[in-house]
């Protein structure tokens, strides 16, 4: 065998030696490094007579090849052996639904739904969406609604105080604030609602640390609590879609509204079940009130201006129009209950009001 052939069969026997792509690279650079055996080879070509450059030449390019084809193939080897055996020592989480083709299996979550519903129908009725903060400062989550220091509407709010000692900034407990920030832009006539997070240190059967509301507030020279009483009857009738639905308007306290009122509205109750419209019970859905004077001095308002607000908790507008039973399950990530109680993001029929 030439010297030429002989290189060729341990040049190839090598690779298949190789077990790891520490050895494959070292491979690599004893043949085709710098000073590589067939780099020196290649080099020394120059050295020879023209017929026997060209016989050699062919040669060693064709070990060239060889050998690159046969490198690439090892590395992917060594490299789908590697994950191989990691895959083999790590836990792999079989229960993860697969991504690939079940768009059409995933759902919408029930608060989702109720939240794009009640954007829809608030949107409707003239009110334009705004957003706050979840993080607040204690001006606008109690001091401008007219709730000072030691007020005890503070401890009612089983609040979570931000930072070490001071109680500067919290996790807002009500959408309220939002009020405060759209009456400071000072612009008026304004019709706004703000649905979002809330937060209040408070965990059993009927609350979780973390709930959502929906805040409404509409402002101008004459507003009444006639206008208010109208816009949430209506509201309501729309969003449970009855339009005989019968309401309750009961005196209640909110510091920063004044008068104050909780609106509840007719159900029948039995046997665990509600149903809405029916039956001779009241169910409680939602504060409100006019905005109190205070409030208006609080952010520098001088103009006469009236305006009611209102509050609503959303997971309870959900539970209520499509009879959710337990709080608690909205927020324990369970596909089970998602596919139960989940909405298809095809089905709009309730969005219909634009
Ligand atoms: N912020 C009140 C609450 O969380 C609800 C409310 C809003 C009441 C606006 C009156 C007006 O209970």
Redesign the pocket.
């Known amino acids: 065998m030439d010297r030429i052939s002989q290189l060729t069969h341990s040049v190839l026997d090598d690779i298949d030696n190789c077990r790891d792509l520490e050895s494959l690279e070292n491979l690599r650079v004893k043949y085709f490094g710098k000073n590589g055996v067939i780099t020196s080879e290649l080099k020394s070509l120059s050295t020879l007579e023209k017929e026997e450059k060209k016989e050699i030449g062919k040669k060693l390019n064709l070990i060239k090849n060889t050998f690159f084809e046969k490198f690439e193939k090892k590395k992917k080897n060594i490299e789908v052996l590697i994950i191989n055996e990691k895959l083999k020592e790590e836990d792999v989480d079989v229960s993860l639904p697969s991504r690939e083709n079940n768009y059409f299996d995933s759902k919408i979550h029930p608060i989702t739904q109720t939240i794009n519903e009640i954007v829809s129908i608030l949107g409707a009725l003239g009110l334009t969406y705004e957003e706050g903060p979840d993080i607040e400062d204690d001006f606008h989550n109690f001091t401008a609604l007219n709730i000072p220091e030691n007020h005890p509407a503070r401890q009612m709010h089983d609040t979570f105080y931000l930072g070490k000692n001071s109680n500067d900034y919290v996790l807002r ?4 604030p939002v ?1 405060i920030r759209a009456l400071k832009k000072n612009d008026f006539p304004l019709k706004i609602f703000a649905p979002g997070r ?1 937060y209040r240190c408070d965990s059993d059967l009927t609350h979780t640390p973390m709930f959502h ?1 929906v ?2 507030l509409v402002v101008d020279e004459n507003i009444n609590f006639a206008n208010l009483k109208w816009f949430l009857e209506k509201f309501c009738r729309m969003f449970f879609d009855n339009e005989n639905l019968e309401f309750r308007f009961r005196p209640s306290y ?1 510091p ?2 004044e008068p ?1 009122a909780e609106v509840d509205i007719k159900c029948k109750i039995s046997s665990g079940k509600i149903s809405i419209g029916d039956g001779n019970q009241w169910l409680e859905i ?4 006019m905005v109190h004077p205070n409030v208006f001095a609080k952010v520098g308002i001088e103009r006469k201006l009236s305006g009611f ?3 609503m908790g959303i997971e309870r507008l959900a539970m209520l129009k499509y009879g959710m039973p337990d709080l608690r399950n909205f927020y324990d990530g369970d596909l089970r209950w998602l596919n139960h109680y989940g909405f298809s993001f095809l089905d709009n029929s309730d969005l219909s009001w634009k």
């Open positions: 407990t009500h959408t309220s009020q809330t509301q805040e409404g909110f920063f509204t104050s939602l504060g409100c009130g607000a209102f509050g």
